[in-house]
């Protein structure tokens, strides 16, 4: 059986799943990830629905990714135009998010290459990783 892990994105962190999940096929695994994220949910829509829940395979490729405000029952009173905005929204702020992370990564990795082209000692970390 495949074993999925289930990442959770938020802001500008990722909840890595260290153990994962045997599940029988990606079907399973999406509807793994819906309870999870309606867990996740609970009580806390408002904060969450930028958030996405990543699903990686066993051999660690990407399967799934699934926003939170694409699920979030709390709009269900909403108009189907505003709900729809709202997730675009949501999605935008996401990809941007993800967007100025990359590149901070990336700019402490030249800082690094740069430190250690001039045989200067440099050590990065960022959320208690290493950038190097």
């Avoid at 405000?69 to 709900?83: G, I, K």
């Avoid at 082209?117 to 208690?128: C, F, V």
Wanted: glycine share 4%; proline share 4%; aromatic share 8%.
């Amino acid at each position: 059986m495949p074993r999925y892990y289930f990442n959770v994105k938020r802001r500008e962190d990722t909840l890595l799943d260290p153990d994962g999940m045997d599940l029988p096929d990606e079907a399973a695994a999406r509807e793994y990830a819906l309870h999870v994220m309606s867990e996740l949910m609970r009580n806390a829509n408002v904060r969450t629905r930028g958030w996405r829940l990543a699903a990686i395979d066993e051999n660690r490729r990407s399967c799934f990714e699934l926003l939170f405000a694409s699920y979030d029952d709390s709009m269900a009173h909403l108009t189907p135009e505003f709900r729809s905005s709202v997730e675009t929204i949501c999605r935008r702020h996401a990809l941007l998010t993800d967007a100025i992370v990359d590149v901070r990564t990336t700019m402490q990795q030249i800082k690094g290459t740069l430190a250690r082209s001039g045989r200067r000692p440099y050590l990065a970390a960022e959320n208690g990783r290493d950038c190097r």
